[in-house]
């Protein structure tokens, strides 16, 4: 195995043409050099150097090695450039995770001050939800997940994933206009009992049932979609109200709809979800920070 130290040596030796020259290059003594060539030569079984006058010839098998010490350098270089460049964050990629709602609110936001201060770093973005997006941070096949979870919900998280709390975000219900509870300023779900519901994606449809059995009712679930334009469309034209989280709302589009939040207060919690190893990768710390920054942004909205 050689050493970088000696393949540098070597490097400084054939430049300057003598022990003596290189020495006074790379602030050593000559007897150091001389040790080092030695030593470099017992490594490749062969001669290196002969020696022509004051000055050092390259044997066959140094002038091969030469040329490779060249490269080697030269990769060594380049690596160590890009390393630099990663640790002081002028590069690197990372391949985040979200669900739909923060996939349009929390992300945007965290992205865009990401490129103001790092526009180096390339953020990859994927579609998914839980509990199968966070499979993918423990496949490998991305480096942050974002994935809510609600209260009483036991969530299976693989092992080796650090879960990383970025907010509460408050469950609310959407109305028709016309509706008679549309002018309240918050809405207790035992009111809506007799009302039809549309319903959203698996995990939020397992909270409404459970939050609805908790109070006594069975939900009449008329529609289920995990599309948020459909539930407002639905809504809107009174075929059903629907629970849907906070983080909805800054992309409520139709008109014919209002958002009214529940009493006494539901929320779920939503997280960021990356391998314990990978919190020491400054490119991923760099965009935790920036999600928790957006999300602290939205405490209280």
């Known amino acids: 195995m050689f050493e970088s130290r000696h393949i540098r040596t070597f490097h400084e030796v054939v430049r300057t043409g003598s022990y003596s020259a290189a020495a006074r290059a790379l602030g050593y003594t000559q007897p150091a050099i001389t040790q080092q060539m030695k030593a470099l030569e017992r490594t490749v079984g062969t001669p290196l150097f002969l020696r022509s006058g004051r000055r050092m010839r390259l044997t066959e098998a140094g002038e091969a090695f030469a040329r490779h010490a060249s490269a080697i350098l030269d990769g060594m270089d380049a690596a160590q450039q890009q390393m630099a460049a990663f640790t002081r964050l002028h590069a690197g990629r990372v391949r985040m995770c979200a669900f739909p709602s923060a996939g349009a609110t929390l992300v945007p936001e965290a992205l865009a001050q990401l490129a103001a201060g790092h526009p180096g770093v390339q953020v990859v973005l994927q579609e998914g939800e839980p509990p199968e997006s966070l499979q993918r941070v423990a496949q490998g096949t991305c480096d942050i997940t974002l994935a809510f979870t609600y209260p009483g919900l036991r969530e299976q998280v693989p092992d080796g994933l650090v879960r990383i709390p970025l907010m509460e975000d408050q469950l609310t219900v959407l109305l028709p206009v016309g509706h008679p ?94 391998l314990r190893e990978h919190l020491e990768v400054p490119a991923t710390a760099l965009v935790l920070e920036r999600l928790r920054e957006a999300a602290s942004n939205r405490v209280g909205c």
């Open 181 to 274: 509870l549309a002018r309240r300023r918050a809405v207790r779900l035992t009111e809506l009992a007799d009302e039809r519901w549309i319903a959203g994606c698996p995990r939020c449809r397992t909270n409404l049932l459970h939050e609805c059995a908790e109070l006594g009712f069975v939900p009449d679930i008329a529609f289920t979609t995990d599309d948020n334009l459909v539930v407002q469309s639905l809504v809107a034209e009174g075929l059903g109200v629907a629970m849907t989280p906070a983080l909805v709302l800054p992309f409520l589009v139709r008109r014919g709809v209002v958002g009214r939040p529940l009493e006494p207060a539901a929320r779920r919690q939503v997280s960021a979800y990356v």
